[in-house]
């Protein structure tokens, strides 16, 4: 059974940064494409990047280029979102997911097979 477990939020300031790891138990990292996203209260869980199973291709919602960074550490089993330039609209419960079957449609939430719990951010302004 694969768990993914998320840690790394918090309550910051607006321009702060705050970096968010995922770790990944139950199955190598490396056959999975990784993916971040997030819901805010009142919205629907929205995508906000993700990785393949190597590392070599990166995506990003519109909202976040340029100010989140998403990497992985194929060796420790964990996938991390640093997230630089924090703005109040960034509030929000952020969510790992991981695909084992290599769906194409990587910015849909239906491509992926394991969640985890979530972890809050919250950015004051």
């Known amino acids: 059974q694969v768990q993914l477990i998320e840690s790394g939020g918090g309550l910051v300031q607006a321009g702060d940064s705050l970096r968010l790891s995922c770790a990944v138990s139950g199955r190598t990292l490396n056959s999975l494409r990784m993916g971040w996203f997030r819901q805010a209260p009142g919205k629907e869980r929205e995508f906000v990047s993700t990785?393949?199973?190597?590392?070599?291709?990166?995506n990003y919602a519109d909202f976040v280029k340029g100010r989140f960074t998403i990497w992985r550490d194929n060796t420790k089993n964990t996938v991390y979102l640093q997230m630089n330039s924090l703005k109040p609209e960034d509030t929000a419960v952020y969510y790992c997911?991981?695909?084992?079957?290599?769906?194409?449609?990587?910015?849909?939430?239906?491509?992926?097979?394991?969640w985890g719990q979530g972890t809050q951010v919250t950015v004051s302004s």
């Open positions: 997911a991981a695909d084992g079957d290599n769906g194409s449609n990587w910015s849909s939430q239906r491509t992926y097979d394991y």
């Open positions: 990785i393949n199973w190597s590392g070599s291709r990166t």
